[in-house]
């Protein structure tokens, strides 16, 4: 089965939920900040990983000459966060922890 649109996360989650799927495939913290979105997160187990953790990258436009200042303006921001203790504050409401600890 294959779902799609910008909601494509509850509605695998539900169908979990209700029994018409065996489980289905999703990063950790989106799933584990859905379930406790809908009320459903001491219904699902959320760890069933199958292999190591990927490491995701954030990427700007090679096309867009703003892209440089975009990565800057990021990588500059998550800095301050982290520095000011705010960054852990921001990911604690989603039930993630740092990357880079």
């Known amino acids: 089965m294959q779902l799609s ?3 494509a996360g509850q509605r695998a989650l539900a169908m979990l939920v209700r029994g018409r799927l065996d489980g289905y495939l999703e990063d950790r913290a989106v799933a584990l900040y859905t379930a406790r979105q ?4 001491e219904q699902v ?3 069933a990983a199958l292999g190591p953790p990927l490491t995701l990258y954030l990427a700007f436009s090679a096309e867009d000459p703003d892209a440089a200042r975009y990565a800057a303006l ?3 921001g998550i800095r301050r966060l982290r520095a000011e203790g705010r960054l852990d504050a921001i990911l604690a409401r989603y039930g993630v ?4 600890r």
């Open 5 to 7: 649109g910008n909601d």
């Open 97 to 100: 922890t740092d990357w880079a």
């Open 38 to 41: 809908l009320g459903v997160a």
């Open 74 to 76: 990021w990588s500059a």
């Open 45 to 47: 187990q959320v760890d």
